[in-house]
């Protein structure tokens, strides 16, 4: 008896509630228009880019455009990919460069010497000018063959690395060597001074000097005091207010080691990695820097 009596009740139920549901959806259809532009998705003009950071940048689509890699840029990625010869620096190494690029490039950076890593140094400095300075013709051509876009010169030195601690002994007494910051270096009178490298090399300021060459490793290799040496007068000569970030290769070599102390100076070093040394030296036109003297 009791189930009977339910059964109505739950009938009655449902059909009010579809009763109800028909005259909201009856409601719902002439208020609203139905038509296909309704549906249409609105195309979203903008990217969203996540960063490493916790925000997320907004770029227009109309004004992302696609271009080419530069040149520079492509060789360096097939070459290193494709190659199993190593640069001659470390990671850690490298890295300390590339810092310093990272915030002065596109810029000017003279490197002596001309390797395995010279892709690298140009397309890190990608818009500015990268110079390289070799001792080996045979090795600029074989480079040059197959990276034109590389800018090389063949240097000679006249320089032994036997004769190296007489040189030092000699620069340090000699005036010549400490002084005529402003002078040419063409014109210097001290036996350290490069006075024959190609003509661009005394006409620009550089902003990166890199010492990693000429061979320096054997009693009769030309050894890399001259280089070293003509780094800190370039950098001393600058403008007034002027910095350049020189780096040595090979600090554990007795050469470099004592003429980057000796003519870098030990309180313009900002760091140190492994066999590299990185310099900080200001322009010595200003007769206050480092009051007066060679160095602090």
């Not at 005529?180 to 063409?186: I, T």
Request: net charge negative.
């Amino acid at each position: 008896m009791t189930t009977s009596l339910q059964l109505p009740i739950t009938m009655k139920l449902i059909l009010s509630s579809l009763v109800s549901f028909l005259i909201v959806t009856v409601f719902f259809i002439t208020k609203t228009d139905f038509s296909t532009s309704s549906f249409q998705p609105v195309l979203d003009k903008t990217i969203l880019i996540s960063n490493s950071s916790t925000k997320t940048k907004v770029h227009n689509l109309e004004s992302v455009s696609c271009g080419k890699i530069p040149p520079s840029l492509a060789d360096a990625l097939i070459h290193y990919a494709a190659s199993n010869t190593t640069p001659q620096q470390t990671l850690s190494e490298i890295s300390i460069t590339k810092k310093v690029l990272d915030k002065t490039s596109p810029c000017n950076f003279l490197v002596f010497g001309l390797g395995h890593d010279s892709l690298m140094w140009t397309s890190l400095n990608h818009g500015g000018r990268t110079i390289f300075l070799e001792e080996d013709e045979s090795w600029i051509r074989n480079i040059t063959e197959h990276f034109p876009s590389l800018e090389s010169y063949h240097v000679r030195y006249d320089t032994k690395v036997r004769n190296a601690a007489a040189m030092l002994s000699t620069a340090r007494e000699s005036e010549e060597c400490r002084h005529g910051v402003s002078m040419d270096l063409r014109a210097s009178r001290c036996e350290l001074a490069l006075k024959s490298l190609p003509k661009v090399v005394y006409e620009m300021e550089w902003d990166l000097i890199m010492v990693d060459a000429p061979t320096g490793f054997h009693e009769e290799a030309p050894g890399r005091m001259s280089a070293i040496y003509t780094a800190g007068m370039m950098a001393r000569s600058r403008k007034r207010g002027e910095t350049t970030a020189v780096f040595v290769h090979d600090v554990d070599r007795p050469v470099e080691d004592e003429f980057t102390m000796e003519f870098l100076c030990r309180d313009y070093m900002t760091e140190e990695q492994g066999r590299l040394r990185h310099f900080t030296v200001p322009s010595h036109r200003n007769f206050n820097i480092a009051g007066g003297k060679f160095c602090p």
